[in-house]
């Protein structure tokens, strides 16, 4: 999958536009991700990416980085052996492109805030 483009509240991957968050798996899109606490990220937002482990979570946290993600958070994935990365939606967005059909990537990404 790739993501063409991404501006506040709007991403469009493979072609298709989406305007609600969105975790992308390889094949699919899933836009109706949401989190127990809006703008802060728990591992419990993330059993479902969690339990397909990837190689690699670049997870966004919006445009202008907004939703926090605790260190805890970050500390528990690396500790599944899964790499994770966390920038503003879009540098995220960028990097999930350039790793994205060379390793097994998902992306989590809050396109908003």
Known sequence: MKIDSYSFGRIVID????TSDVIIYPGRVDASWWRKEGHLLQLADLSEPLQAKPHVLVIGTGYAGVMRVP????DRIAG???EVTVERTSKAVGLYNELEGRRTVI???????
């Open 107 to 113: 992306a989590a990404l809050h396109i908003t805030c």
């Open 71 to 74: 260190r805890e958070t970050i």
């Open 80 to 82: 599944l052996g899964i």
């Open 15 to 18: 072609g298709k536009t989406f």
